[in-house]
């Protein structure tokens, strides 16, 4: 018999451009009440009225890095889900503004496991520490293996974390 998900009951928003992300997202986290917008002020809106337990947000088509500081300002752990914004530089903002996790849409199957841990976790931000480990080889690929050692903000973020 496998354990009761921890997502169970809690009300997560996700605000993206794609409807199909919308859908597979509200599919992957169908044990949870999960409301969509599909733009910046929905999304906005959305955040300003509502309570969350988790807030994933897109970071190209609706303005992700604003509301990323309007969620991180209410309190909501606040995750980055993007697929054309995957750089060192998107990584860097989303660390500086709050946000608990970045994954890269590519990583959607993991969605469920991180959310999982990130309530777990009450959303604080030392959930970073095991995210990196999962995503870290998918950012070995794609911005080359000494990516962390590249950059001192990096370095230093990954030692705050030890």
């Known amino acids: 018999m496998t354990a009761e998900s921890p ?3 809690k009300t ?3 605000v993206d451009d794609e409807e199909d992300v919308l859908t597979t997202v509200a599919e992957i986290l169908d044990m949870c009440h999960v409301d969509t917008a599909r733009d910046f002020e929905t999304g906005l809106q959305r955040i300003t009225k509502n309570t969350y337990d988790v807030v994933i947000l897109d970071i190209m088509g609706v303005n992700g890095f604003e509301l990323l500081k309007n969620s991180v300002a209410r309190g909501f752990p606040s995750v980055m889900l993007t697929a054309h914004a995957v750089t060192p530089e998107a990584l860097k903002k989303s660390i500086e503004l709050g946000a608990v996790s970045f ?3 590519e990583m959607m199957k993991e969605l469920q496991g991180l959310i999982e841990e990130v309530v777990q976790g009450g959303g604080k931000r030392l ?7 999962k995503t870290g080889p998918y950012f070995e690929r ?3 293996s000494d990516w962390k050692e590249k950059d001192k903000f990096f370095k230093d973020f990954v030692k705050s974390l030890e």
């Open 127 to 133: 959930w970073w520490q095991r995210s990196l480990k």
């Open 103 to 105: 994954l890269p849409k």
């Open 142 to 144: 794609k911005f080359g």
């Open 12 to 14: 997560i928003l996700v």
């Open 7 to 9: 997502l169970k009951g």
